[in-house]
């Protein structure tokens, strides 16, 4: 089992994160953090890297009902979506698939709830696979 969906995209970094995060909302997830791994890694250690966005995706009615099921779970939220540059005006955009990171915990309920995340996911996922409208 893999830990990630993903797909490519034709366009630019900004416009493929603007997507992500409409693509995510129409699932009933915000974007929570933003994290800017080239600007951090430049500031920190000074290495220039590609344009790598981490976003903090949530979708709180999902997050309560896993809370609710598992008070640790918190440790694996938000769920993380990667937009980066993988070649000039190509873009790959990866989720986590929760299935797979909550394998070690055992609780059915749980996984029943990744499993409605991982779905939500996915179709985020299949749709930005789409040409852009």
């Given at each position: 089992m893999t830990y990630y969906m993903a797909t490519r995209l034709q366009a630019s970094f900004e416009e493929a994160i603007?997507?992500?995060?409409?693509?995510?909302?129409?699932?009933g997830f915000g974007v929570i953090s933003r994290i800017d791994i080239r600007?951090?890694?430049?500031?920190?250690i000074n290495?220039?890297?590609r344009p790598?966005?981490?976003?903090?995706?949530?979708n709180p009615v999902l997050a309560h009902e896993a809370l609710q099921l598992e008070d640790k779970v918190g440790?694996?939220?938000?769920?993380?979506?990667?937009?980066?540059?993988?070649?000039?005006?190509?873009?790959?955009?990866?989720?986590?698939?929760?299935?797979?990171?909550?394998?070690?915990?055992?609780?059915p309920d749980l996984k029943?709830?990744?499993a409605?995340?991982?779905e939500k996911l996915a179709?985020?996922?299949?749709?930005?696979?789409d040409p852009a409208p």
């Amino acid at each position: 089992m893999t830990y990630y969906m993903a797909t490519r995209l034709q366009a630019s970094f900004e416009e493929a994160i603007a997507r992500t995060e409409a693509a995510l909302k129409t699932e009933g997830f915000g974007v929570i953090s933003r994290i800017d791994i080239r600007d951090t890694l430049k500031s920190k250690i000074n290495v220039d890297f590609r344009p790598y966005m981490i976003l903090g995706a949530c979708n709180p009615v999902l997050a309560h009902e896993a809370l609710q099921l598992e008070d640790k779970v918190g440790t694996m939220l938000p769920c993380n979506v990667v937009v980066q540059q993988v070649e000039a005006g190509e873009i790959e955009v990866a989720a986590i698939d929760p299935v797979a990171s909550m394998q070690s915990i055992e609780n059915p309920d749980l996984k029943k709830a990744a499993a409605a995340v991982r779905e939500k996911l996915a179709r985020v996922i299949a749709a930005l696979a789409d040409p852009a409208p």
